[in-house]
């Protein structure tokens, strides 16, 4: 079983990257909101890696990874900053950080660091030509846009989905907001402060619920989306992420 523990003093940041990690395969996620709780975490349970915020209160994550390093720990320790300065990157690097990601990031960046230092599920493809239905998560909730950014990260964790319909008072489909945004505009208090209107995209690829599961894949690889809308007589009924496919792929290959 594959066990994460991710160090960082905000929670919206935690609970997006905890929600990632689950979706690449990661089985229990471990949250610490300063550098003292981690170290406290640090005995309770065998990690396979650890994702540190350069930036936390009590103990920042350049002393913690210092300490953990002076403990004898050898867990793997992917350094997480806002920033990719050489000085820093070489100051962690010699501290003893295993590699490091830059924020905002997403499930592709994701998953290479994890596949690099733990076991994450691994899948075999999708057989057979079933329809986009079949695959199509019926619980995605839609949002308006007049919503507000955490509102909108609420929704996309009570889901479970990559990404949200946004749709107009007549329940026309106006835009998508995504896992990727919302992960962007938490790192950023101007941003963060806005609505789903000032962060979706507004040109939006969608499929319906009749369509052959190998042509929405088609549709996906030639416009490059982590999720498309799929739609019944105009309106939405849900979508379909990359990960539908996987989870799908995994349930016909049982």
């Known amino acids: 079983m594959t066990r994460v523990l991710i160090a960082d003093?905000?929670?919206?940041v935690r609970r997006l990257l905890a929600?990632?990690?689950k979706a690449v395969g990661v089985a229990e996620v471990i949250e610490a909101a300063d550098g003292r709780q981690a170290l406290d975490l640090l005995d309770q349970g065998e990690l396979n890696l650890i994702l540190l915020d350069w930036h936390m209160p009590n103990i920042?994550?350049?002393e913690l990874l210092s300490v953990v390093r002076d403990r004898g720990c050898r867990v793997p320790i992917?350094?997480?900053?806002?920033e990719a300065r050489k000085d820093l990157v070489l100051k962690a690097f010699k501290a003893g950080a295993t590699d490091y990601v830059v924020k905002p990031f997403g499930h592709?960046?994701?998953r290479k660091k994890l596949g690099k230092f733990c076991p994450i599920a691994k899948t075999k493809g999708i057989a057979g030509?079933?329809?986009a239905r079949d695959v199509t998560n019926t619980d995605t909730p839609a949002i308006r846009p007049d919503a507000t950014v955490e509102e909108a990260i609420d929704g996309l964790l009570r889901s479970g989905a990559s990404g949200l319909p946004v749709v107009?008072?007549?329940?026309?489909?106006v835009g998508m907001?995504?896992?990727?945004?919302?992960?962007?505009?938490?790192?950023?208090a101007d941003i963060r402060r806005g609505t789903v209107g000032d962060l979706m995209t507004r040109e939006v690829i969608v499929t319906n619920e009749t369509t052959a599961l190998p042509v929405v894949v088609a549709q996906m690889d030639k416009h490059q989306l982590a999720l498309i809308p799929v739609t019944r007589n105009g309106k939405v009924v849900g979508t379909i992420a990359r990960r539908d496919l996987l989870q799908f792929a995994r349930r016909r290959w049982r």
């Open 60 to 62: 920042d994550g350049l």
């Open 108 to 110: 592709d960046v994701l």
């Open 177 to 188: 907001i995504t896992e990727f945004q919302l992960t962007q505009a938490v790192h950023r």
């Open 19 to 21: 929600h990632q990690l």
């Open 9 to 12: 003093d905000d929670p919206a």
């Open 129 to 131: 030509i079933p329809l």
């Open 78 to 82: 992917v350094m997480v900053t806002g």
């Open 168 to 173: 107009d008072a007549d329940e026309n489909l």
